[in-house]
């Protein structure tokens, strides 16, 4: 069964610190992996795209990771600031059906 | 509009009554799909069009809720009869096409009531 899991569910850091979110899916046949960005009371809007070849890719202080043979991903957060407190919500693509599986996302809270 | 565009953006209804939500989606992108989101929760798929036509209908619940799309534009999906349950962000969203590496770019979402 095509699922995405992400973990945490929540978390709480301190601005100014760094975090790391995870993703684990056991979509089949892979096609993509995006990261998208949650703010309350909006729709979710993209971050980043990996495919099957990319390992890391950045996008400011945003940092996701791929790592195909174990069906993980994370997303690194440099520096964190206030505006970074949101959720995180992890959509895997299918190459057949064109599927597309979205996680329960990591509600992330950045504390001044 | 250069994005997505939903309305109405709150809508408090009885139980019972219907609700039309309308999405008019990116121009240009021929794929629109329908979320659920409750309190908390991810989202929920609903219902996918590729132009007009909708092959994946699966996340529908019930008989209560449809949807349409015409001329591969807005798209309006109805819920019958609703029940407090029905109760959530209904999500929009649209992109070129399942066959691109394109993003989905959703709206900000109809906040649906029931009392």
């Known amino acids: 069964k095509n699922q995405v899991e992400q973990s945490p569910q929540s978390l709480i850091i301190l601005e100014g610190k760094n975090c790391t979110l995870q993703?684990?899916?056991?979509?089949?046949?892979?096609?993509?992996l995006r990261w998208y960005k949650q703010d309350t009371g909006r729709g979710p809007v993209s971050l980043t795209i990996?495919?099957?070849?990319?390992n890391t890719k950045s996008n400011g202080r945003y940092t996701a990771t791929l790592d195909a043979d174990t069906k993980q991903s994370s997303l690194h957060i440099t520096a964190s600031q206030l505006s970074d407190s949101a959720s995180y919500i992890c959509?895997?693509?299918?190459?057949?059906?064109?599927?597309?599986?979205f996680g329960s996302g990591t509600r992330l809270s950045i504390r001044p | 509009g250069a994005g997505v565009s939903q309305s109405p953006s709150n809508k408090v209804t009885e139980k019972g009554k219907d609700v039309e939500l309308r999405c008019d989606p990116i121009?240009?992108?021929?794929?629109l799909y329908w979320y659920r989101q409750s309190l908390g929760q991810g989202l929920e798929f609903l219902i996918y069009?590729?132009?007009?036509?909708?092959?994946?209908k699966s996340g529908l619940p019930s008989d209560r809720f449809s949807a349409e799309r015409t001329g591969g534009s807005v798209s309006t999906l109805t819920i019958q009869r609703t029940q407090q349950e029905d109760s959530a962000v209904y999500l929009c969203?649209?992109?070129?096409?399942?066959?691109?590496?394109?993003?989905?770019?959703f709206g900000n979402g109809t906040r649906l009531t029931v009392t």
């Open positions: 993703c684990n899916y056991t979509v089949s046949p892979f096609s993509n």
């Open positions: 959509v895997v693509k299918t190459s057949s059906a064109s599927k597309i599986i």
């Open positions: 969203a649209s992109s070129l096409g399942q066959e691109y590496n394109s993003p989905l770019h």
């Open positions: 069009f590729q132009g007009n036509s909708a092959p994946d």
């Open positions: 121009s240009g992108h021929t794929a």
């Open positions: 990996m495919t099957f070849s990319e």
